[in-house]
């Protein structure tokens, strides 16, 4: 039995983790990078969703180079035609997958939960490389996500980036604002319209601009809802994030 538990922290696994750990710090990195460049132009999927994605695919990539070292190097003493582990690692991913879909949401024009989704994935990849005995691996790749998880939101949202709205703004025909009165109504609160739609409701007589609005840095969105709340002219409006 000690000797069993000793396999699997042996020298050779010690290394074999420690090489491990460097590619999973080299994902963390990538996925860092490539999410902060989503993060600063406001998307939905940020620094946490694609750092949690990246290293997740590394690890059970990575680990496929080692069969020798799977459940602590006793897999090759098995009598021929034991079972494949890779085959039910496939099987619990493509599952995962589907649970993780479960949880994300658009509620308009902002979506919920891609964060969550890659957290399910991340523990999934955790629990597959625990199951084929890479322990110090599965630690490190814990650590990293509960990093992930708990602070990256925070760093999000202290480094420079760029804050995306959607507004919906509704005028009766008889009092419609013009574009030109409505981008300098926005720009006065920092925000500068990039996308704009149109539509015109003949029986209720009104007049709807969906609008797209992007700001440099913390949103403003206070200011700008008092001032169309105070505006008689705007019979109605809303104002969403377009980011999780």
């Known amino acids: 039995m000690t000797g069993t538990l000793y396999s699997y922290w042996s020298p050779a696994l010690l290394f074999t983790n420690m090489l491990l750990l460097f590619h999973l710090i080299g994902a963390t990195a990538v996925g860092l990078l490539l999410g902060y460049e989503r993060s600063y132009h406001g ?6 969703t694609y750092a949690l994605v990246c ?38 991913m ?31 990849g955790i629990g597959v490389i625990i199951g084929v005995g890479f322990y110090g691996a599965a630690i490190s790749a814990t650590g990293i996500a509960l990093i992930a998880m708990t602070a990256l939101g925070r760093l999000e949202k202290i480094l420079p980036h760029l804050t ?19 981008r300098e109504r926005l720009r ?16 209720k007589q009104q007049f709807q601009y969906g609008l797209v609005l992007q700001s440099f840095g913390p949103s403003r969105s206070h200011d700008l809802v008092g001032d169309l709340a105070g505006a008689t002219e705007v019979k109605e409006f809303r104002l969403s994030p377009s980011r999780a």
């Open 43 to 48: 998307r939905a999927a940020g620094m946490r």
């Open 164 to 182: 995306v709205l959607h507004l919906t703004l509704v005028y009766p025909c008889e009092r419609m604002a013009s574009t030109d009165e409505v």
């Open 94 to 124: 493509t599952g995962i997958g589907f649970l993780g879909a479960g949880v994300i949401m658009k509620e308009g024009f902002t979506i919920r939960g891609l964060s969550s989704a890659a957290s399910i994935w991340a523990t999934a």
């Open 55 to 92: 290293v997740t695919s590394t690890m059970l990539t990575v680990i496929n180079g080692y069969p020798a070292h799977w459940y602590g190097g006793m897999l090759g003493a098995q009598p021929a035609g034991a079972g494949d582990p890779t085959r039910v690692i496939q099987g619990i």
């Open 188 to 203: 006065a609160h920092g925000f500068e319209v990039i996308d704009w739609s149109f539509q015109y409701h003949e029986e």
